[in-house]
């Protein structure tokens, strides 16, 4: 079984390992949840071996009393010692951009499509001023893509997941294995983005301008926040908070557009509460109770001294 987090790159990444390994069952967990629940856990235990892609999951280790356990991520993690192997390059004090960068190094896996997706998917502009940006380059010479081709690629399979459909987030595997073609014609993803774009549009817009930070405070049942994060912190070139409640919890998101703050203090806060959270150097998110976001937005500003 190869449980994969849902967005373009952890799409691309099961892609890419299907490739290399061969066909197999596909598990996605239920989408805002970096963590397997009761269901979750019991379906992915009945699998004999399970790989894991591009999620740092807190369960792993229990999975392993049932299963052999294979992890290949690039987020921060602590090494899962029951897993058959946990490859992550940050266990040895590197960063890499994408967990497709992180399979293709490991697996001598040729640069592509689905490698450049995973970089454009997780670092969006900023790709373009990492080092790895010369494979995104070399691919899109080699597979006669643009720039834009890319972009709209990532938008369409990540729109899968911000309707939260999680059945066809696991569709969009296949997909991306029929290539670039296939995916950027296909009808329903091109509905889900017009959709999505004007939710997303709608409430970036409503964010608050606090000087040193943009506030926004929503609520939308869809899985968008981190898409309008994004979309504050680079359009307005600052930290961008934003909160967002749904009927069974709040989302909490920061995000650094220039790497200004390591969000790392901001993550041990919160696992300090018993909430489910992580992220990366300029990036965290959060699931907290129903009714605390606001709390827990004012505590995080007054740690950063805002």
């Not at 997780?122 to 790895?132: F, L, M, N, R, S």
């Not at 912190?233 to 709040?250: C, Y």
Request: proline share 4%; hydrophobic share 35%.
């Amino acid at each position: 079984m190869i449980v994969h987090h849902w967005d373009t790159d952890g799409i691309s990444s099961a892609a890419i390992y299907i490739k290399m390994h061969g066909e197999d069952e596909l598990f996605t967990p239920k989408i805002g949840n970096f963590y397997l629940d009761r269901e979750d856990f019991n379906t992915v235990k009945k699998a004999d071996k399970v790989v894991i892609l591009d999620m740092n999951l807190p369960d792993a280790s229990k999975v392993c009393k049932y299963a052999d356990v294979y992890i290949y991520d690039h987020h921060r993690a602590k090494k899962v010692e029951c897993a058959k192997e946990h490859y992550n390059p940050y266990l040895m004090g590197m960063m890499y951009p994408s967990c497709t960068t992180v399979l293709m190094e490991r697996f001598s896996y040729e640069p592509d499509y689905l490698v450049a997706l995973g970089i454009i998917g997780d670092k969006g502009p900023g790709a373009k001023k990492i080092e790895e940006w010369k494979i995104v380059e070399k691919v899109m010479k080699d597979e006669n893509l643009n720039e834009d081709e890319l972009q709209l690629a990532v938008e369409l399979l990540d729109s899968s997941f911000k309707m939260n459909n999680r059945e066809e987030v696991k569709e969009n595997v296949h997909l991306a294995l029929n290539g670039m073609e296939d995916i950027l014609e296909n009808e329903k993803l091109h509905r889900n983005l017009e959709y999505i774009s004007k939710e997303i549009e709608k409430w970036s817009n409503r964010a608050e301008d606090m000087g040193k930070y943009a506030f926004l405070e929503m609520q939308s049942p869809y899985m968008i926040i981190s898409s309008v994060t994004r979309r504050i912190a680079w359009g307005r070139k600052k930290p961008a908070i934003v909160v967002n409640h749904k009927d069974d919890r709040d989302e909490f998101y920061i995000r650094f557009p220039n790497n200004e703050h390591s969000v790392l203090p901001l993550i041990e806060i919160a696992k300090n509460k018993s909430y489910n959270a992580g992220g990366k150097d300029e990036v965290m998110g959060a699931i907290l109770p129903p009714g605390k976001g606001r709390d827990f937005a004012k505590e995080i500003l007054e740690v950063l001294g805002w």
